[in-house]
């Protein structure tokens, strides 16, 4: 299983790890902006594949 989370930055869509959300610090492959992938509640994760 896999979550799609978007940028904040650019809004580019990427998938991550769901075992490794909470807290996390993700770095977009699209511009190189670092963020925190709070918890599955936050707006940032947009689906579960």
């Known amino acids: 299983m896999l ?4 940028c904040p ?6 998938k991550t790890n ?3 959300v909470s ?4 770095k977009c492959v699209f ?3 670092s963020f925190v ?3 599955l509640e ?3 994760i947009l689906a579960v594949l």
């Open 3 to 6: 979550l799609v989370v978007m």
């Open 9 to 14: 930055k650019c809004g580019g869509k990427q």
């Open 18 to 20: 769901p075992r490794r």
């Open 23 to 26: 807290g996390s610090v993700k």
């Open 31 to 33: 511009c190189g902006h």
């Open 37 to 39: 992938i709070h918890s």
């Open 42 to 44: 936050k707006d940032r």
